[in-house]
């Protein structure tokens, strides 16, 4: 296993930073960076269209200059999500201003990015794919991707059901390229942990929303101080697509967490109303029960190193 040359001797911790829909932002993008993860955040989240290529030079701008005051400092590389779906009217117009931008790593949801893979390589960008099964994953390795993302049981938002002990393990059996890991990675023992089970890299998004930068409400982010595993509810009803999900949000909704209704929406949809959803009913994994502070972004990520190193050295002794 090793990583691409993208993403070699730039990481203060293997880790990238998963694009949370409504919450990921420029300022946080650029702290995930300097702090020497992999900063990312969906395309979407740029709203109107035209503010992604504000964003982009936003982002590109003051990851620029920070190399510049300090050529040896470990800053990571940022990247976009774009997700593959009919409803998203905006793909084509934001693969064309990332494509513009180079932006170094292009994160594809939902279907196999074929077209995407050709667009981004030939312009030297790398193009990691989320999935959630080792058919997924075959899906998109055809595609010619350049690694995968295992979102896991136990990841927030839109996650799978499979242990990460399996679907590594599976995936391990017929690609040796790069692998990212989501599900329930809220420590820097945890980050070792998912290297240890054969990833090489960590897929964290929960963790993130309890920061200063993130875009949640302070409500939101006392929620996820304040909650632990059980108060997570896994559901297709929102979206149509199973997802992980604050009962505290959805109570607040007006429903029952325990007494769900059995029809869903019939599927994904990234309309206007789907934000409204997004903003009201809070996604989160189920490794909130180790968070236990909202932090700076830069704090949480000294935190994430110091914890990452005491587990290493506690393993190194037994």
Not at 27 to 48: H, K, M, S, T, Y
Request: a neutral charge; one cysteine or more.
């Amino acid at each position: 296993m090793s990583l691409p040359p993208l993403l070699q001797n730039r990481l203060s911790l293997p880790v990238i930073c998963a694009p949370m829909f409504i919450l990921s932002c420029p300022e946080l993008v650029i702290a995930q960076c300097l702090g020497g993860l992999v900063g990312a955040f969906p395309a979407l989240n740029a709203r109107p269209e035209h503010a992604l290529e504000e964003w982009l030079q936003t982002i590109e701008a003051a990851l620029a200059q920070a190399r510049a005051a300090n050529p040896e400092r470990r800053i990571g590389p940022f990247a976009v999500n774009q997700i593959i779906h009919p409803t998203n009217a905006r793909l084509e117009h934001d693969m064309e201003v990332c494509i513009r931008h180079r932006v170094p790593l292009i994160i594809t949801s939902l279907h196999a990015p074929g077209e995407i893979v050709k667009k981004v390589h030939a312009y030297g960008g790398l193009v990691f794919h989320d999935v959630i099964s080792v058919r997924h994953a075959e899906k998109a390795l055809e595609a010619g991707v350049d690694g995968l993302i295992l979102v896991c049981a136990g990841a927030g938002g839109h996650a799978g059901t499979l242990s990460p002990f399996a679907l590594v393990s599976e995936v391990r059996r017929f690609y040796s390229g790069p692998l990212a890991l989501a599900g329930a990675l809220s420590s820097g023992s945890a980050i070792l942990a998912a290297q240890a089970m054969g990833a090489d890299l960590a897929y964290m998004g929960t963790r993130f929303i309890a920061t200063q930068e993130a875009r949640a409400s302070q409500a939101y982010k006392d929620c996820i101080v304040a909650s632990k595993a059980s108060d997570i509810l896994y559901t297709p009803y929102f979206t149509g697509v199973p997802g992980n999900y604050l009962k505290a949000s959805i109570r607040a909704a007006g429903l029952d967490p325990d007494k769900m209704p059995d029809a869903d929406t019939g599927g994904l949809s990234l309309t206007k109303d789907s934000a409204k959803v997004w903003r009201d009913i809070w996604g989160a994994g189920q490794g909130v029960g180790s968070i236990d502070a909202v932090l700076p972004a830069a704090e949480l990520i000294a935190r994430l190193q110091q914890e990452y190193a005491a587990a290493r050295q506690t393993l190194a002794g037994q």
